[in-house]
């Protein structure tokens, strides 16, 4: 089935048998006569006035065209990165490393370093305070102040103070 458009045109060029002529009119309604007029007058209006005017100068014309179209197409010039751009980066990495180094340096407090004493028979380091026996805990607290590691155990049963201890 053809459509309406091609319908139409084949019914303005004079191309539709009498009867698919009279159904495509009857489609059209009352004024089909002046919509065929219009269509042809149309026609013959396009034909006579069809042809361009001649251009006196072809380069110039082109020359603007081919303006118009760059400028209307082309994207927004990107900025060109600067020969500097290398040397920027390294010396802003070294400024943050420098800054960072000046702000470990000042922010972290930094005591005395305390040499280890030589061992004596009454000295002991705690490496893990923990007990195998889960009702027993072990927490070991040092005292920089006064030199003092005290192991506190909680959960031991109480000994005695009469307690043979050896």
Known sequence: MKT????FTAWVDGQLNAEERLKFEATLGEDAAGDKASVLMLGVLLRRHSVAPPLLNEDFFNHQLL???ATETKTPPRARRSPWFVPRFI???ASSLA???LLFHFLIPVGPQQVPAAPTEYMAQFYNARSADPGI???AFHS???NVTVLWLD???YIPE???LK
């Open 4 to 7: 309406f458009e091609e319908n």
């Open 91 to 93: 010396w802003a990495g």
């Open 99 to 101: 800054m960072a180094l």
């Open 155 to 157: 959960g031991l049963d």
């Open 137 to 139: 805990s072990a927490t």
């Open 144 to 146: 920089k102040k006064d």
């Open 67 to 69: 303006q118009r179209i």
């Open 162 to 164: 009469t307690a043979d």
